[in-house]
């Protein structure tokens, strides 16, 4: 008899993670419960015990998605689709804690393209740059991406070797220069841009890995140099790094890191 109901407690759950899987959007606790015809607090029991197993996860609405175990199987084939749609809430929190723009990055023929974006709770500082390239030796996006080996600086302009365009008068214009502070990112494990990429434009930026350790992508918090001063740079980098290193995790990084460090214990 207590096999009976242990696979029938298996068969249910198993429903509620294929509703969860396959639909397009995420599902609420009461369409779940509608659809599979199980008992609300059924239905609760094996939604929490699935949550726990990293099975299903919720958004910030309490709606179900497919869990973090799900998400790291998918991106252990380098499937990078659905990168936007796994980091929103990431994105969303750094933008809660900081009211300044967030963006996600992912290197794209020789430049930085920014995928997704979270606007700045302040008028001043709300460009969208979703959709926008802009040079890696000059974004902090583009640095940590560079400073991980997840990109490569384009070839300089002809007679020039080394040379890098100049965007101000911040801008770091030579490889030699540039290699410096790229070593300084891998050091401190985020990367800033003071007015190099415009007058008045500070950010910073910090990588995410994904499951194989590679660096695959970077999240910023970008402000007006008049709301970034010391304080509030060292404050958002912080705050960007933990939320970076959330997605990480959901990436499956951590999770290959200790089972690694288990292996060799």
Same mark, same amino acid.
């Given at each position: 008899?207590s096999?009976?109901n242990?696979?029938?407690?298996?068969d249910?759950?198993?429903?509620l993670?294929?509703e969860?899987?396959?639909?397009?959007?995420?599902?609420?606790?009461?369409d779940?419960?509608?659809?599979?015809?199980?008992?609300?607090?059924t239905?609760?029991?094996l939604?929490?015990a699935?949550?726990r197993?990293g099975?299903?996860?919720?958004?910030?609405?309490?709606?179900?998605?497919?869990?973090?175990?799900?998400?790291?199987?998918?991106?252990?084939?380098?499937? &990078?689709? +659905? /990168? $936007? %749609? *796994? #980091?929103? =809430?990431?994105l969303e929190?750094?933008?809660?804690?900081?009211?300044?723009t967030i963006?996600?990055g992912?290197?794209?023929?020789?430049?930085v393209?920014q995928?997704?974006?979270?606007d700045?709770?302040?008028?001043?500082?709300?460009?969208n740059?979703v959709g926008?390239?802009?040079?890696l030796?000059c974004?902090?996006?583009g640095k940590?991406?560079l400073?991980?080996?997840?990109?490569?600086l384009?070839?300089?302009?002809?007679?020039?070797?080394?040379?890098?365009?100049?965007?101000?008068?911040?801008?770091?214009t030579?490889?030699?220069?540039?290699?410096?502070?790229?070593?300084?990112v891998?050091?401190?494990?985020?990367?800033?841009?003071?007015?190099?990429? &415009?007058? +008045? /434009? $500070? %950010? *910073? #930026?910090? =990588?995410?890995?994904?499951?194989?350790g590679?660096v695959?992508?970077?999240?910023?918090?970008?402000?007006?140099?008049s709301?970034?001063a010391?304080?509030?740079?060292?404050?958002?980098?912080?705050?960007?790094?933990?939320?970076?290193?959330?997605l990480s995790?959901?990436?499956?990084?951590?999770?290959?890191?200790?089972?690694?460090?288990?292996?060799?214990?």
């Amino acid at each position: 008899m207590s096999n009976q109901n242990g696979t029938q407690a298996v068969d249910r759950a198993a429903r509620l993670l294929a509703e969860v899987v396959h639909s397009a959007d995420p599902m609420t606790f009461t369409d779940l419960s509608a659809i599979t015809g199980l008992a609300k607090s059924t239905t609760s029991r094996l939604l929490l015990a699935l949550e726990r197993n990293g099975l299903v996860r919720r958004d910030d609405h309490g709606r179900f998605l497919p869990g973090e175990m799900f998400v790291s199987f998918a991106w252990r084939g380098g499937a &990078e689709a +659905g /990168l $936007v %749609a *796994v #980091a929103q =809430p990431f994105l969303e929190r750094l933008g809660k804690a900081t009211g300044e723009t967030i963006n996600l990055g992912v290197s794209s023929n020789g430049m930085v393209e920014q995928i997704s974006q979270v606007d700045s709770t302040y008028l001043i500082g709300g460009t969208n740059w979703v959709g926008m390239s802009v040079p890696l030796h000059c974004s902090a996006l583009g640095k940590v991406l560079l400073a991980y080996g997840t990109a490569q600086l384009p070839p300089g302009p002809p007679g020039q070797p080394g040379q890098l365009e100049r965007r101000t008068g911040k801008t770091i214009t030579t490889e030699a220069a540039l290699r410096a502070d790229l070593a300084d990112v891998r050091v401190r494990g985020y990367a800033v841009t003071d007015e190099e990429l &415009e007058p +008045g /434009l $500070v %950010a *910073v #930026a910090a =990588p995410i890995y994904g499951y194989d350790g590679r660096v695959v992508a970077a999240l910023s918090v970008s402000a007006p140099a008049s709301r970034m001063a010391r304080d509030g740079l060292v404050a958002a980098a912080s705050q960007c790094v933990e939320e970076a290193a959330g997605l990480s995790a959901v990436l499956g990084y951590r999770q290959r890191a200790a089972r690694q460090n288990r292996k060799a214990g």
